[in-house]
């Protein structure tokens, strides 16, 4: 791939990505974190399902294209993918989690949570090769979808529409329940 072809692979997704993260703070608050969460999961997984079909069905017939241009297709799934996660999981993600610790342990709270993703995002980066080796291109893409799944089945079931709802009482029903767990934490570290 030459290099004038990732100068405009960076460009076109940088732009997907500044477009869907203002679209996103207009819509977030018309339509509520949840539905935008849940949209957002639906776009991903089925953008990363026909992608890693498409790579599958390439590794396992030893072609490049089944038709023309299929590549059209998959530059499609790609930068409807990073506009679903533009317009949804990335943005909305850090901004729940500023709300759902209590103002005396969000530095906990927030550190550990980016600790945990920037990890993950280490480990990914490791292990790309080796998880490519065993599951093949569109494995890795099919694994995402489910973990785009499991993501929309957490929504669903265990995230509460906060729209409206002042920042105090938003923090309050998060840490009362947690408060004393919390507290023994920090007292053990």
């Not at 997907?16 to 639906?42: C, F, N, P």
């Not at 850090?94 to 927030?110: P, Q």
């Not at 995402?144 to 995230?159: A, D, E, K, R, S």
């Amino acid at each position: 791939v030459s290099r004038s072809y990732l100068n405009v692979a960076y460009f076109i997704v940088t732009t997907v990505l500044i477009i869907a993260i203002t679209l996103e703070s207009i819509l977030v608050d018309q339509i509520g974190r949840k539905l935008l969460l849940l949209l957002s999961l639906t776009i991903m997984s089925a953008s990363a399902f026909v992608l890693g079909l498409f790579l599958f069905l390439k590794d396992l017939h030893k072609v490049d294209n089944y038709f023309e241009y299929q590549w059209i297709a998959e530059v499609f799934c790609v930068v409807l993918f990073t506009f679903a996660h533009g317009t949804g999981v990335g943005p909305i993600a850090w901004v729940t989690l500023g709300e759902i610790f209590g103002s005396h342990h969000k530095w906990l709270g927030v550190s550990l949570s980016s600790m945990v993703m920037w990890a993950s995002m280490l480990g990914v980066d490791v292990l790309f090769h080796e998880i490519r080796e065993i599951v093949a291109t569109g494995g890795i893409f099919w694994f995402h979808c489910v973990i785009c799944v499991g993501g929309y089945i957490f929504i669903l079931l265990v995230f509460r529409e906060l729209r409206e709802q002042p920042l105090d009482n938003i923090t309050k029903t998060f840490t009362r329940k947690h408060e004393s767990l919390i507290e023994t934490f920090i007292a053990k570290v």
